[in-house]
Structure formats: structure tokens, C-alpha cells
């Protein structure tokens, strides 16, 4: 996979599929190989854990193939159950190499739009592989399975515009025809999408309180996010009657059972942490924190069977009782340090700020992705 090992739903995935005799034309007993057919198919294979997630019966049904069998089951021997596949598509029949030979052949395929995207949660896994079949003559199948992670675009909020409208920045450089084509392309339309949507700033302000007062403003200027981004927020506790000696932020994804498909009723939602910010903030007038969004995570997304939400984690450390500032006389000229109070009654109390996390490139996730672009094996 020259461009990378990650998609975006309905994008078009094109490789490079190599078949090598790898002995050499010195060798005195090297013969030809015959090859008798090979192909490609892509499939999406579904696993969940049986102690959090009822599947109907016939969900555990497994194909068995034959090893004499000449018909392609991208999916045998593997857990689960496949969801979603592709039509094979044969790459040649009756392919003779001779020592040292090599042949190479393309595959392409648009990657099904209507599937769910790459997630390994704690209860749900969707994995998706290229499977490349071949076998030699009178020899068993060989399988070779090339896993690639799928990006979908779910949850997108209604565009800023109308429908017709250009959604990519105008260039001056380009023709009207090609500025044209290029908009007519699904992909590059999502991407510009994408990117329109995640740039608009609408700052959102909220006063934080508890039962005894106002603690502080907390503002974040946006609450849609793309992958790699970085979530910023600011606190004011100037503005607050309640000292709050500590605050930490974190970024979490919840992975929710639909109730259908749920083994317990009432099951708990499994939460995920990605990164956290912490803070002592006592007598301090301004903070803020910056969490990065990883590039390896799943976006929201919803299917029939789970659905991943994303929110921001506070937790909030305030004291019951107002607490003196240090003070400093003005013709003060040594030096003085300040002992804070050696017993304070604190409350804790926390807060969940649901945010949306969309999609990013493809290109750009690909460089931070535990994937590999190439894999071989021996027939």
C-alpha cells in the first residue's frame, strides 16, 4: 500500500501485489513454479466479548473451507464473524515464474462506504483486512491477510452553506474545469467538509458552580474536533466565591452497549482515557490546559450493535471555607516565603463536557498508525 495503511470510507484503496520466484537463475535444480490462481478481497471482521455483548445465535457461525477447497473464504479461521466483504477479484490463473522472476499486479477497490470504522474497544472489535488468496498446483491455499484501519465520517453537523455552494477554498491559479472536477471527487468534497467544519470557532462559556457558590468561567472555543487536534480551554477563578485549590482535565471515550444487545440489563458504559491535564490552581487569578486528540483513536461513531461518544472529564478540588492570600508589604526588601494551611475541608466534585471527534487525512493518520504498508509470505 504505497499511500498508507489507512482509509477513508469510500475512498479507493490501490496496492501493489508482488508474486517472486526466489530462486536464483545460478541455481543448477531450479525449476519453474506454476501458479494456478490468485485473488483479492476485502472483508471486515467483527468480535465481541461474550460477557458484555448478547449476539444471536447464528452470529457465532464460522465458515469452514477445505484444504483441497479452490474457493477463496477470506475469512476462515478467524474469531468472529465477518460483516462486510468485497467481491474477489481474480489477479491472474496459470502463472509460470521462472527462477529469480518476478511479477507484479495491481488491486484497487473502493472501500465499502456503509461499514463501521476500525475500533478495538473493550467489548467490540472491528478489524479490517485485505485478503490475498493464492495456491500453487496441486498445494493447499495460502491466505495472506494485510489488516489497514477505516476512518468513517459519522456525526457531522449540517453544513454552514448551501449544498451548491463551493466547499473549497477558491484558487485564482486553477481553471474553472479543473476546480470543478476536483469538487466532483466524494473524497476530496468529505475532506473539504471536514475541514470547513472543524475551523469554525464558536466560543462556549460556562460557570462552573457547586452547592456553596461559583467556582470559576471556564471557556473552550470550540466542541468539534478532528483527529490531531489539540482541545484548548481557559478558567477564569477570578470571577468565583469558592477558592479552588485543584482541577484536572481529561479526555475520555465512552463505549456504549445498545440496549438490544446488552448481556446485563442496565450494563455500565466502558470508559477509555486518552490523556490528562492536572493542576494546583490555589490563588491563581487565570489558567488553561491543552489535550491532545491522538491520532490512533476511533471518532464517534454509531452502529446496531455499540456506539463511542467522546467527552471532556473535570474534576474539581474547592475549600469549604475562604483561604487569606499570601500578602506582601509594598517596602518589604527580604525575602519571605509563605506556608500554605496545614489542614483545609475540601469537596470534590466532577463534570462531564460531551465534545464531538471527527475524522482526519488519511495520509495524515497514516504516519502515526502501528500498520505496516507491506507484508509477504511464503507459498
Not at 483479492?40 to 455483548?53: G, K, L
Not at 477479484?89 to 507484479?104: H, N
Not at 470571577?239 to 448481556?263: A, F, H, K, N, T
Not at 518589604?332 to 487525512?361: C, M, R, Y
Request: a negative charge; glycine letters at 6%.
Amino acid at each position: 500500500m504505497a499511500r498508507g495503511p489507512v482509509f477513508l470510507a469510500g475512498e479507493l484503496m490501490e496496492c501493489l501485489i508482488t508474486f517472486t520466484n526466489p530462486m536464483s537463475h545460478l541455481s543448477t535444480s531450479a525449476t519453474s513454479e506454476m501458479l494456478a490462481w490468485a485473488s483479492a478481497q476485502i472483508h471486515c471482521q467483527f468480535h465481541a466479548s461474550e460477557s458484555r455483548v448478547a449476539l444471536p445465535a447464528q452470529g457465532n457461525k464460522q465458515d469452514v473451507q477445505a484444504e483441497s477447497d479452490t474457493v477463496l473464504i477470506p475469512s476462515r479461521g478467524e474469531r468472529g464473524q465477518c460483516v462486510l466483504d468485497t467481491p474477489p477479484k481474480i489477479l491472474f490463473c496459470d502463472l509460470r515464474l521462472d527462477p529469480g522472476e518476478s511479477k507484479t499486479y495491481s488491486y484497487s477497490e473502493v472501500v465499502p462506504i456503509d461499514g463501521p470504522p476500525s475500533f478495538r474497544g473493550q467489548a467490540v472489535k472491528y478489524v479490517y483486512k485485505l485478503t490475498i488468496g493464492c495456491q500453487r498446483v496441486n498445494s493447499p491455499i495460502k491466505l495472506l491477510r494485510v489488516p489497514f484501519r477505516v476512518l468513517v465520517l459519522q456525526g457531522m453537523p449540517e453544513p454552514p452553506f448551501p449544498q451548491d455552494e463551493e466547499v473549497s477554498p477558491s484558487n485564482p491559479f486553477l481553471e474553472e474545469e479543473e476546480a470543478s472536477r476536483r469538487d466532483a471527487r466524494p473524497l476530496e468534497r468529505a475532506l473539504d467538509m471536514l475541514m470547513v467544519t472543524t475551523s469554525r470557532r464558536c466560543p462556549h462559556m460556562f460557570n462552573i458552580t457547586n452547592m456553596r457558590g461559583k467556582v470559576a468561567k471556564f471557556c473552550i472555543f470550540k466542541t468539534v474536533y478532528r483527529l490531531g487536534e489539540d482541545i484548548i480551554g481557559t478558567f477564569n477563578f477570578s470571577e468565583g466565591d469558592i477558592p479552588c485549590l485543584q482541577y484536572s482535565v481529561s479526555l475520555q471515550s465512552e463505549e456504549e452497549i445498545q440496549q438490544q444487545y446488552q448481556r446485563r440489563p442496565g450494563q455500565a458504559t466502558s470508559v477509555t482515557g486518552h490523556g490528562r491535564h492536572m493542576e494546583s490552581c490555589l490563588h491563581t487569578a487565570s489558567s488553561h490546559f491543552s489535550l491532545p486528540i491522538p491520532l490512533n483513536v476511533t471518532p464517534g461513531f454509531s452502529t446496531d450493535i455499540v456506539m463511542l461518544r467522546w467527552r471532556l472529564h473535570f474534576e474539581f478540588v474547592t475549600a469549604r471555607d475562604p483561604l487569606e492570600p499570601p500578602t506582601v508589604l509594598q517596602n518589604q526588601s527580604e525575602v519571605t516565603v509563605w506556608t500554605g494551611a496545614e489542614h483545609v475541608d475540601v469537596d470534590t466534585f466532577s463534570w462531564d463536557l460531551p465534545i464531538k471527534v471527527l475524522p482526519t487525512n488519511p495520509a495524515l493518520a497514516s504516519y502515526m498508525s502501528h500498520f505496516t504498508g507491506s507484508n509477504s509470505i511464503n507459498i
